[in-house]
Protein backbone atom coordinates (compact mmCIF):
# COMPACT_ATOMS: atom_id res chain seq x y z
CA UNK A 1 0.00 0.00 0.00
CA UNK A 2 1.16 3.65 -1.15
CA UNK A 3 1.04 6.70 0.98
CA UNK A 4 1.71 10.48 -0.88
CA UNK A 5 5.22 10.92 -0.49
CA UNK A 6 7.66 12.07 -2.82
CA UNK A 7 8.57 8.23 -4.91
CA UNK A 8 12.48 7.80 -5.43
CA UNK A 9 13.35 4.22 -5.88
CA UNK A 10 14.34 3.40 -9.06
CA UNK A 11 11.59 -0.08 -9.20
CA UNK A 12 8.13 1.37 -9.67
CA UNK A 13 5.57 0.81 -6.16
CA UNK A 14 2.91 -1.32 -6.73
CA UNK A 15 0.33 1.39 -6.39
CA UNK A 16 2.17 2.86 -9.28
CA UNK A 17 1.88 -0.35 -11.40
CA UNK A 18 -1.39 -0.61 -10.52
CA UNK A 19 -2.29 3.07 -11.83
CA UNK A 20 -0.11 3.08 -14.57
CA UNK A 21 1.29 6.10 -13.95
CA UNK A 22 5.14 7.14 -14.39
CA UNK A 23 7.67 6.84 -11.13
CA UNK A 24 8.91 10.26 -10.22
CA UNK A 25 12.30 8.99 -12.13
CA UNK A 26 10.50 8.97 -15.11
CA UNK A 27 9.07 12.29 -14.57
CA UNK A 28 12.46 14.27 -14.23
CA UNK A 29 13.72 12.12 -17.27
CA UNK A 30 10.88 13.21 -19.27
CA UNK A 31 10.47 16.67 -18.50
CA UNK A 32 14.42 17.78 -17.51
CA UNK A 33 15.44 18.71 -20.96
CA UNK A 34 12.29 20.29 -22.05
CA UNK A 35 12.28 22.76 -19.12
CA UNK A 36 16.02 23.12 -19.00
CA UNK A 37 15.47 24.17 -22.76
CA UNK A 38 13.03 26.87 -22.00
CA UNK A 39 15.25 28.13 -19.12
CA UNK A 40 13.87 26.33 -15.84
CA UNK A 41 15.49 24.05 -13.38
CA UNK A 42 13.11 21.03 -12.46
CA UNK A 43 13.33 21.12 -8.98
CA UNK A 44 11.40 17.82 -7.59
CA UNK A 45 8.47 16.04 -8.91
CA UNK A 46 5.92 14.38 -6.43
CA UNK A 47 3.28 11.56 -7.84
CA UNK A 48 0.78 10.51 -5.34
CA UNK A 49 -1.08 7.82 -6.75
CA UNK A 50 -3.25 7.68 -3.12
CA UNK A 51 -4.76 11.03 -4.36
CA UNK A 52 -8.34 10.40 -6.15
CA UNK A 53 -7.41 10.92 -9.01
CA UNK A 54 -3.96 10.62 -8.70
CA UNK A 55 -1.87 13.69 -8.96
CA UNK A 56 1.51 14.45 -10.38
CA UNK A 57 3.23 18.05 -9.16
CA UNK A 58 5.91 19.12 -10.77
CA UNK A 59 8.20 21.74 -8.58
CA UNK A 60 10.24 23.98 -10.84
CA UNK A 61 12.17 27.55 -10.56
CA UNK A 62 14.63 29.77 -12.75
CA UNK A 63 17.09 32.59 -11.54
CA UNK A 64 14.32 35.21 -12.97
CA UNK A 65 11.61 33.52 -11.04
CA UNK A 66 8.06 32.20 -12.77
CA UNK A 67 4.86 34.02 -13.51
CA UNK A 68 1.67 32.89 -13.94
CA UNK A 69 2.36 32.75 -18.46
CA UNK A 70 5.25 30.52 -17.73
CA UNK A 71 3.61 27.81 -15.33
CA UNK A 72 0.83 27.77 -18.05
CA UNK A 73 3.10 27.57 -20.58
CA UNK A 74 5.68 24.63 -18.80
CA UNK A 75 1.97 22.86 -17.99
CA UNK A 76 1.36 22.63 -21.72
CA UNK A 77 4.88 21.10 -22.24
CA UNK A 78 4.69 18.97 -19.30
CA UNK A 79 1.27 17.86 -20.32
CA UNK A 80 1.65 16.96 -24.07
CA UNK A 81 4.70 14.82 -23.27
CA UNK A 82 3.14 13.28 -20.19
CA UNK A 83 0.11 12.65 -22.52
CA UNK A 84 2.60 10.31 -25.09
CA UNK A 85 2.99 8.15 -22.05
CA UNK A 86 -0.42 6.98 -22.76
CA UNK A 87 -1.25 7.04 -18.79
CA UNK A 88 -4.31 6.93 -17.19
CA UNK A 89 -6.57 10.01 -16.08
CA UNK A 90 -4.17 12.29 -13.31
CA UNK A 91 -4.32 15.83 -12.69
CA UNK A 92 -1.15 18.16 -13.14
CA UNK A 93 0.29 20.04 -10.86
CA UNK A 94 2.89 22.88 -12.00
CA UNK A 95 4.52 24.90 -9.36
CA UNK A 96 7.48 27.32 -8.18
CA UNK A 97 8.98 25.57 -4.62
CA UNK A 98 7.11 27.98 -2.48
CA UNK A 99 8.97 30.28 0.26
CA UNK A 100 8.86 27.73 3.07
CA UNK A 101 11.01 25.39 0.64
CA UNK A 102 14.57 25.49 3.00
CA UNK A 103 17.30 26.38 0.70
CA UNK A 104 19.94 23.52 0.08
CA UNK A 105 21.61 24.33 -2.82
CA UNK A 106 23.74 27.86 -3.82
CA UNK A 107 21.25 28.46 -6.08
CA UNK A 108 18.91 28.40 -3.69
CA UNK A 109 20.67 30.94 -1.94
CA UNK A 110 21.00 32.89 -5.26
CA UNK A 111 17.89 33.19 -6.10
CA UNK A 112 16.75 34.41 -2.94
CA UNK A 113 19.48 37.51 -2.51
CA UNK A 114 17.86 40.12 -0.73
CA UNK A 115 15.39 37.97 1.38
CA UNK A 116 15.00 37.35 5.10
CA UNK A 117 16.30 34.04 6.19
CA UNK A 118 16.74 32.03 8.97
CA UNK A 119 19.81 29.97 9.38
CA UNK A 120 20.67 27.12 11.69
CA UNK A 121 24.26 26.23 11.68
CA UNK A 122 26.58 23.44 12.09
CA UNK A 123 27.85 24.84 15.94
CA UNK A 124 23.96 24.81 16.61
CA UNK A 125 23.50 28.53 16.60
CA UNK A 126 20.85 30.03 14.42
CA UNK A 127 21.26 33.47 12.75
CA UNK A 128 18.68 35.35 10.94
CA UNK A 129 19.19 38.19 8.23
CA UNK A 130 19.24 39.23 5.15
CA UNK A 131 20.76 37.52 2.08
CA UNK A 132 23.49 38.86 0.67
CA UNK A 133 25.16 37.26 -2.68
CA UNK A 134 26.92 33.93 -2.79
CA UNK A 135 30.76 34.10 -3.58
CA UNK A 136 32.37 30.60 -4.19
CA UNK A 137 31.75 28.63 -1.43
CA UNK A 138 30.06 31.35 1.37
CA UNK A 139 26.99 33.39 1.59
CA UNK A 140 26.92 37.15 2.76
CA UNK A 141 24.50 37.84 5.11
CA UNK A 142 23.13 41.24 6.52
CA UNK A 143 23.04 40.80 10.20
CA UNK A 144 22.35 43.49 13.15
CA UNK A 145 25.59 43.33 15.73
CA UNK A 146 26.74 44.80 18.48
CA UNK A 147 24.53 46.54 21.64
CA UNK A 148 23.93 49.45 18.65
CA UNK A 149 22.38 46.48 15.92
CA UNK A 150 25.19 48.09 13.83
CA UNK A 151 24.20 46.29 10.21
CA UNK A 152 27.26 44.27 8.77
CA UNK A 153 27.89 41.40 6.35
CA UNK A 154 28.68 38.16 7.68
CA UNK A 155 30.11 36.02 5.14
CA UNK A 156 28.90 31.87 6.00
CA UNK A 157 30.12 29.12 4.42
CA UNK A 158 27.65 26.72 2.62
CA UNK A 159 29.00 23.95 4.32
CA UNK A 160 28.02 25.30 7.61
CA UNK A 161 24.47 25.98 6.60
CA UNK A 162 22.34 23.04 8.28
CA UNK A 163 19.08 24.54 7.34
CA UNK A 164 17.82 27.99 6.15
CA UNK A 165 14.68 29.23 5.15
CA UNK A 166 13.26 32.29 3.62
CA UNK A 167 11.03 34.54 6.34
CA UNK A 168 8.00 35.99 5.53
CA UNK A 169 7.97 39.56 5.87
CA UNK A 170 4.88 42.02 6.01
CA UNK A 171 6.83 45.38 5.88
CA UNK A 172 9.01 46.93 3.31
CA UNK A 173 12.61 45.64 3.65
CA UNK A 174 15.65 48.35 5.52
CA UNK A 175 16.76 50.19 2.26
CA UNK A 176 20.31 50.02 3.85
CA UNK A 177 19.76 46.18 4.14
CA UNK A 178 18.74 46.03 1.14
CA UNK A 179 22.23 48.14 0.06
CA UNK A 180 24.31 45.79 1.94
CA UNK A 181 22.89 42.45 -0.13
CA UNK A 182 23.78 43.79 -3.00
CA UNK A 183 19.77 44.99 -4.05
CA UNK A 184 20.09 48.32 -4.00
CA UNK A 185 17.22 49.74 -5.71
CA UNK A 186 15.15 46.90 -5.83
CA UNK A 187 12.67 45.35 -3.21
CA UNK A 188 13.47 42.27 -1.39
Not at 88 to 110: C, F, I, M, N, Q
Request: net charge negative.
Amino acid sequence: MSVPATIQDEELTVAERSTGLPSQRQVMELLDKEFARAGYDLEDVVVDTAARPPRITVVTDSDSGLDLDAIAELSRTASELLDGMDSPPYVLEVTSPGVDRPLTTAKHYRRNQGRRVEMTLADGSTVSGRLGPVTGPTVGLVVREGTRGALTVRDIALDTIVKAIVQVEFSPPNPRELELAGQSGKEG
